[in-house]
Every structure is written in structure tokens, then in C-alpha cells.
């Protein structure tokens, strides 16, 4: 069964632009999650798709946006990019079962967005 | 999970010997807890879970042990090996969905 698979792998954006990431998640799963990685912050929630439906949002700000498609694939958009926005972002999927809560994450390998 | 604004822990040990990563964690309601592995350039791959109904748990060369009353999870790696040098982090889940409070993270260095 493939991974999770997130692209792209690298991304170079300016201050100001916008960024669209996409996250295919396990054949099967129904969760998608999203987390930013940096070395100053570690590993911080952003947001839970399940059925389509946000489910559960970080901390972050309105800036950090998220939708999942009725095949399970999700996106990721940040507007108005800032410096502090770079860092890597991490796509997870679990299986979703039912109202399944608390399961187990498989994380894909990430993309790398820097801003300049 | 530990607090943040990174200190990564780092922990040397010899090939062979046995390692024990600790993590405190925050929240008292927290009922699902996750030691994850991350290697440079990669996501973090799954280790072992264990749920709150349980103390301790065993994988392939791997344990975790949880602490309830002084909220501490552990993750301990009998004979490591240099494939085990990594970051490992500890991942906290009480809330509804699968939403998780990730550790600081400890650098595993295996000398060979």
C-alpha cells in the first residue's frame, strides 16, 4: 500500500505570495491532518480534515486555510506568505473508522517551503 | 507535550546498549500517547502507541511505559543499533478527532 504522499518536496516563495500544498493520504484513510515543523516550535497542529469536514484547528492564523476532497486528497493554502511561514509541512492520514477518535498517524515525508 | 521553545535533548549510546527516551507531558486528560522517529529529510514514522488503559507495552526491540500520576511516558530500545539514530518524539491525543501535542524531541546518536 503507497504512503502518504505530499507535494511538492521543495518550494521557494516570496514574502506576500500565496502557496497551495497537497496531501494524497493512504488508500482508505478518511483523516487528513496537517502540522508545521520548525526547528523553533517542533511539531504544531494546524488542522484535521475528515469527510470533508475540519474537524479540529490549531492555533494558527486565518491565514492558514485547508479543504479535503470527497476522495480523501487534501490541500493546504497559506496567503500572504511570511517569513516565520517557512518550515516544513507535515500531511497525516489514519483510517477514520467510523467516529474513530485518538488513531495512530502515518506521516508523509513533508514539503520543504521556504519563504525569501 | 515538554514545553516549548526547542532545547532538543541529545542522548549518545553504544552500539548494543540499551536506550531510554523520556517525555513529561501536559495534559491529565491526554488518553492516547505515540512515539514517533524521524530521521533528517523524512517524516516522522510510527514506533509504538500505548492508551492510558495500560501501563506498558511492548513492540519489536522496543517498550513504552506510561505514568499516569506524574504524566511521563518513556520509550526504551533494547540492544541499539545505528539504524536507530534519530530524532524521537512523543505525541499526546485526548480530545476528540486525532489531534496531537507533540514532545520537543531527543536526538538518539548511536556510536558504533
Known amino acids: 500500500k503507497a504512503g502518504v504522499t505530499q507535494t511538492p518536496r521543495y518550494l521557494i516563495k516570496t514574502r506576500g505570495q500565496q502557496v497551495t500544498l497537497s496531501c494524497s493520504p493512504i488508500?482508505?484513510?478518511?483523516?487528513v491532518s496537517w502540522y508545521q515543523q520548525t526547528p523553533g516550535q517542533g511539531l504544531q497542529f494546524l488542522f484535521e480534515y475528515f469527510s470533508e469536514t475540519q474537524r479540529n484547528k490549531g492555533n494558527f492564523p486565518g491565514r492558514f486555510s485547508g479543504r479535503q476532497f470527497s476522495n480523501s486528497r487534501s490541500e493546504m493554502n497559506v496567503s500572504t506568505l511570511e517569513l516565520g511561514d517557512s518550515a516544513l509541512y507535515l500531511c497525516a492520514s489514519s483510517p477514520g473508522q467510523g467516529r474513530a477518535t485518538n488513531e495512530k498517524l502515518f506521516f508523509g515525508s513533508g514539503t520543504q517551503l521556504s519563504v525569501l | 507535550g515538554e514545553s516549548v521553545g526547542l532545547h532538543l535533548p541529545t542522548l549518545s549510546v553504544q552500539e548494543g546498549d540499551n536506550s531510554i527516551i523520556n517525555c513529561a507531558y501536559s495534559?491529565?486528560?491526554?488518553?492516547?500517547f505515540i512515539w514517533y522517529k524521524q530521521e533528517s529529510g523524512k517524516g516522522p514514522q510510527f514506533i509504538i502507541d500505548i492508551r492510558s488503559n495500560m501501563d506498558k507495552r511492548q513492540g519489536q526491540r522496543v517498550t513504552v511505559l506510561l505514568n499516569k500520576t506524574v504524566k511521563h511516558l518513556s520509550l526504551q530500545i533494547a540492544a541499539t543499533q545505528p539504524g536507530d539514530s534519530a530524532v524521537y518524539f512523543c505525541a499526546e491525543s485526548g480530545g476528540t478527532g486525532n489531534q496531537f501535542y507533540f514532545g520537543t524531541g531527543t536526538s538518539l546518536t548511536v556510536i558504533p
Open positions: 488508500s482508505g484513510h478518511r483523516s
Open positions: 495534559n491529565s486528560a491526554s488518553d492516547y
